[in-house]
């Protein structure tokens, strides 16, 4: 799922490509895709795009006559700028918008189409598509502190809740967590304030590093092919793969059915193996405990 990183490429490309320009028509033929009828998708048609912003891991197009275009990307929905009048894939196309410069195309690769589009009508309707989180990059140690040590969850699920974080999602808090070596499932309620600092820390690096790196493979293109997966990311999506840091096999959990959560056990666990919970059901005394296990 694109977050806070990926987010922030899409809207610096959009404001590139069609801020100033007007939407000359919306082509939707995934009927999952619309979330709102009122105001009618057709009446963003002729409207200017006046400027782009995010809301947690949403992108917005802020439209004259105080209308707003809402994009949720979710898991595979993904941003294509292709020449004018572009024919919308079969399978996995959900939507253009077409501009005078040329086309977006929205598609979504899953086969449960999940991407959602809302056009609203003012800041009081937009502000109800806000989950409240924290915007991380802008929160002070001290601000950031207290929204994570005021949470009653394990540390991954905290830094990907929108209520408490904004834009952070499941690739960035395995390779958060990685930075500031603290395992997943360390309790914010058993956290110091020195943990909850460092944390920070590492929130503001890798954010910020990668939104740069990111920033600086793409240019003044389109980001065409964004992925939650990184060769150069330390842990995400590296299962077996030795660790950057400390040379350990990177292990992962995989849960709700589609996720997976990534660590080092080495520099993150104390070299413990964190239990999965189908597999080591099943494998009870069978299940690797520490690295030496897996030797």
Known sequence: MPELPDITIYI?????????????????????LLGSYDPPIDAAHGKTVLGLRRIGKRIVFELDDDLFLVLHLMISGRLRWKPK???????????AFDFQPGTILLTEQSTKKRATLHLLRG???????????????????????????GARHTVKRA???QRLFSGIGNAYSDEILHRAKMS??????????????AIHAAV???????????????????????????????????????????GSPVQR??????????????????????????????????????LEDLE
């Not at 989950?131 to 802008?138: Q, T």
């Not at 997943?184 to 600092?197: D, G, I, N, W, Y």
């Not at 910020?208 to 060769?231: Q, Y």
């Not at 709700?256 to 666990?269: D, F, I, V």
């Open 184 to 197: 997943p499932f360390k309790l914010t309620s058993q956290m110091s304030r020195e943990e909850a600092v």
């Open 12 to 32: 610096e490309a959009l404001d590139r490509f069609v801020v100033g320009e007007k939407i000359e028509k919306i082509r939707i033929t995934g009927i999952s």
């Open 204 to 246: 503001v690096e890798v954010l910020s590093e990668w939104t740069e790196r990111l920033r600086a493979e793409l240019g003044d293109g389109f980001p065409d092919k964004v992925t939650a997966f990184h060769d150069e990311m330390a842990v995400h999506g590296k299962f077996k793969q030795a660790c950057p840091v400390c």
């Open 159 to 161: 830094l990907t809740d």
């Open 123 to 149: 800041e009081a309707a937009l502000a109800e598509h806000d989950r409240g989180g924290m915007e991380p990059l802008s929160a002070t140690p001290e601000e950031f502190g207290d929204q994570l040590l």
């Open 253 to 290: 959990i995989v849960y709700a059915t589609s996720n997976e959560l990534n660590y080092c056990p080495g520099c993150q666990t104390g070299g413990k193996i964190l239990a999965d919970r189908s597999l080591s059901r099943i494998l009870k005394d069978e299940w690797p405990k520490t």
């Open 85 to 95: 009048g572009a024919s919308i894939p079969k399978k996995v196309g959900l939507a």
